[in-house]
């Protein structure tokens, strides 16, 4: 089968798995069964999600929350990668770290919120760092893994050619941990929205899409809760799609560190 | 290229079931350009040898020098080449892996590019400089290895069973292929195998050990012509003695032992 037929089939197939359940929503919508003003038909939410990317509220919205996603995915990865490859690399940081790392990963970022609130006040600051505390766990652990699992003959062979510490941390741990740490990276970038979401429905005031969802609730404005919703299942779609899917590509499944699903 | 002397070399392993000697007491010298096999039944400390002489393992007694210089960790003198094919970096291409030596080096870009497609036209790889090793068979992932080796111009090959996961037509060629890229790069190789005719294939001279501790059995010199016909009388000659001397009976009619250890 040639590329571009495959690609157009797999296309053909997430669709129809797309339609399928906006079909299910709308058949439940419609059949009487629940009040309108709690399960809007698709037609009412489309004309919702419009309105507001017209009057530029929902890009506001989104702006704000991307901004505060990206920040705290950033620092998470800025931290959690260096910091995964000295655990997986030395003993010593090992043994400092792996306790309280233990210790914290199991909190969940929702139940800092009140604090960080009190601490940081309510607005960015606050919901950045509930997104950095969702998001650092995960790109550790996964980075920590990573380097763990390299193949010890590519270290030897690379010593053997004459590498050093510093050209073995460029040169061979991080290529060979690659694909633990696209996985670390995309597991921390959902755990930031999922993060992210609820630190605005408590700790951000008047922006975001958690605190429009939130918000919603108090006129009962259903549509727009939905409307929320889908456009966060656009932006992590389009995310998986373009960003990591991209990496994974010009990456692991070039070097076949990885392989794509059976066809 | 240098000698090899490996003098009273000894190694302990510390297993959780107690101390294991790996290597004791093994002497050899070996000559500037000389191809040395080391053959022996698995678990013999031929590996364990080869590792301490490319500095991966510190002996606990004896030492060993190349070229008059003490072995000390492992160094740019030596090139290995590893039994599995997972050696390669794959992501890197056949010329990204050939080049790595050289870069760590510090030779330039364009300059290591340029010995790195000698070493693959060496080993027959010239077509497939921008392939990364998922998309070689495994032989071609071994001349890579060989060529990656070679590459940054180490006096000493080091070579840990290359071929032996290999199919037996494809061990064939990589032998003969072996045979002529140490005709014209003179290196002084050590060379590991469990495959007799492999060894006397390839081989100067060919050291036979024993098991448990590993020593130094006998040694065999291989003084035919090449490039060797395998099914010479000679060769084959120098295959029944150096079986024999593995403890495998080799008198006619008679089925070969299971394996060696009953004897050696």
Redesign the interface.
């Known amino acids: 089968m040639t590329e571009t037929k495959q690609s157009r089939r797999s296309l053909v197939r997430g669709t129809l798995a797309v339609l399928g359940a906006a079909a299910v929503y709308e058949a439940m919508a419609r059949s009487g069964y629940f009040a309108p003003a709690l399960l809007p038909t698709l037609p009412t939410i489309g004309r919702t999600l419009v309105a507001m990317v017209v009057d530029g509220s929902m890009l506001e919205h989104t702006a704000f929350t991307l901004y505060r996603v990206m920040f705290g995915f950033g620092l998470a990865v800025v931290v959690g990668l260096p910091l995964g490859i000295l655990m997986g690399r030395f003993q010593r940081v090992e043994n400092f770290f792996l306790p309280l790392v233990s210790a914290l990963m199991p909190i969940p970022s929702f139940a800092l919120v009140p604090l960080f609130m009190l601490w940081f006040g309510i607005g960015n600051l606050t919901t950045i760092l509930i997104v950095f505390y969702a998001a650092t766990f995960p790109m550790m652990f996964n980075t920590w893994s990573g380097v763990r699992s390299v193949?010890p003959?590519?270290l030897?062979?690379?010593?053997?050619?004459?590498?050093?510490e510093h050209?073995l941390f460029w040169?061979?741990i991080i290529?060979?941990a690659?694909p633990f740490i696209i996985t670390g990276m995309r597991q921390a970038f959902l755990r930031s929205w999922i993060a992210v979401v609820g630190a605005e429905m408590i700790a951000a005031s008047d922006w975001g899409l958690g605190w429009v969802i939130f918000d919603a609730k108090e006129f009962l404005n259903t549509d727009i809760m939905l409307a929320s919703l889908i456009v966060i299942g656009l932006i992590g779609f389009a995310f998986e799609r373009f960003v990591f899917g991209s990496l994974e590509r010009m990456?692991v499944l070039?070097?076949?560190?990885m392989r794509t699903a059976k066809g | 290229m240098v000698p090899i002397e490996i003098r009273d070399v000894s190694l302990i392993y510390d297993t959780p079931g107690g101390k294991v000697p790996g290597v004791k007491e093994v002497s050899l010298n070996i000559g500037a350009s000389e191809f040395v096999c080391i053959v022996g039944p698995s678990g013999c400390g031929k590996s364990t040898l080869l590792n301490i002489i490319a500095g991966f393992l510190t002996p606990a007694a004896g030492e060993i020098r190349i070229g008059g210089k003490k072995v000390d960790g492992h160094g740019m003198d030596r090139g290995v080449v590893f039994q599995d094919f997972a050696q390669l970096f794959p992501w890197r291409t056949a010329l990204g892996n050939v080049a790595f030596g050289l870069e760590m080096k510090g030779v330039p870009k364009d300059e290591r590019e340029r010995i790195a497609h000698e070493q693959l036209r060496l080993v027959k790889l010239d077509k497939f400089t921008g392939s990364y090793p998922h998309h070689l068979s495994g032989g071609m992932q071994q001349r890579v290895a060989i060529a990656r080796a070679l590459a940054y111009n180490p006096s000493v090959l080091l070579m840990d069973e290359p071929f032996a996961a290999l199919d037996a037509l494809t061990r064939d060629d990589m032998q003969r292929l072996l045979a002529e890229v140490w005709r014209e790069t003179r290196k002084t190789v050590i060379y590991v195998t469990h495959n007799v005719s492999e060894a006397v294939y390839l081989a100067d001279r060919v050291i036979v050990m024993t098991p448990h501790p590993g020593t130094v059995k006998t040694e065999i010199r291989i003084p035919l012509p090449r490039p060797r016909n395998p099914l010479s009388v000679e060769f084959l000659d120098f295959q029944k003695e150096l079986l024999r001397h593995l403890g495998y009976e080799t008198g006619a009619g008679e089925p070969a032992k299971a394996n060696g250890k009953a004897n050696a």
Not at chain 1, 254 to 257: D, E, L, V
């Open positions: 193949n003959l590519w030897r062979a690379a010593g053997a050619m004459g590498a050093d050209k040169k061979v290529p060979g690659s990456t070039r070097w076949g560190m």
